[in-house]
């Protein structure tokens, strides 16, 4: 009899505990990284535009999926990262099984993403080439510093990276100003997002020597400093649509729920955020999309 009750409580964990491999399977398999870049294109599609480029998600997506495949199996054998491999064993013995497969997808998404630039963006095809050359330089432990080991730097890199991508895809016909007021809000956005990320590896970077704002002021004020930043970015959009550069609605939009996601994710309690946080932008995105259509369509005759 015990049985039969506890068959039912018995499945929903062996359920949960199936979703939450699957989950992390598709992070270390760099997907949420993915979805986290085109997030950055829908807000920059709705704040430039009011529309979403679907051929610039077509190239987004999979140029960010390559180029962290790359960055985590690298370009070949015996090259991985041990701050890596004592941040995400469970990661790093993942692809360590699957490098081979894994560096083959990369080099395959790389290279469609850079042939589809060059028919339908050919603005974006430098970058989409450089992404992988950059991650290299990025994060490669060679005789010269790297990038990745500065404090700021380290950040600041990923976010001009991101965004200079995301611009190029989207940025076609955009008044210079407006430009440069989209490109700050991702900037700090980025920026905010890269460093939670880096709470979940604070030891490891600390171990190998690399300086993250993590490891440095600690996880209450990275959050803080991160909410600030997204403090910021909101005022760059309220004032650049006073200015009329943009839209009211996406700018208020995507301000707030951003702003609001970051503070309630502050408040969950988990062993890792960085997957949280990738998942965070999109999903605010895609809201404020869903959000922005519903108002529109309201409005139209």
Not at 287 to 298: N, P, R
Request: glycine residues 6%; aromatic residues 6%.
């Amino acid at each position: 009899m015990a049985a039969r009750f506890s068959s039912p409580s018995v499945s929903l964990v062996a359920s949960r505990s199936g979703l939450h491999a699957t989950s992390d399977l598709f992070g270390h398999l760099a997907a949420w990284v993915g979805l986290y870049v085109g997030g950055c294109v829908v807000i920059a599609g709705l704040l430039l535009h009011g529309e979403v480029s679907l051929a610039a998600l077509c190239i987004a997506i999979p140029t960010t999926v390559g180029t962290y495949l790359i960055d985590r199996v690298k370009p070949w054998p015996g090259l991985s990262d041990p701050a890596d491999k004592m941040a995400h064993p469970e990661r790093a013995a993942v692809l360590l099984r699957l490098d081979v497969p894994v560096r083959l997808v990369a080099i395959t998404l790389i290279v469609l993403a850079a042939l589809a630039s060059w028919l339908l963006i050919p603005a974006a095809t430098v970058a989409v080439i450089g992404a992988p050359i950059g991650v290299w330089v990025y994060s490669h432990r060679g005789r010269l510093p790297r990038p990745k080991d500065r404090m700021t730097l380290k950040n600041l890199f990923v976010a001009i990276s991101i965004t200079a991508l995301v611009l190029l895809l989207e940025g076609s016909g955009s008044q210079t100003m407006t430009l440069l007021a989209v490109g700050i809000f991702l900037m700090l956005n980025v920026f905010a997002d890269a460093m939670l990320c880096d709470i979940d590896d604070r030891h490891a970077d600390a171990r190998f020597g690399t300086r993250t704002i993590a490891n440095t002021l600690g996880i209450s004020e990275t959050w803080k400093l991160a909410i600030v930043l997204q403090c910021m970015g909101f005022m760059i959009l309220v004032i650049s649509a006073a200015m009329g550069q943009i839209a009211w609605l996406p700018a208020l939009l995507l301000g707030t729920v951003f702003l609001f996601m970051t503070v309630a994710l502050r408040s969950v309690r988990v062993a890792r955020i960085k997957d949280l946080v990738d998942l965070k932008l999109p999903l605010a995105a895609a809201l404020a999309w869903l959000l922005i259509s519903v108002a529109d369509a309201g409005l139209s005759p």
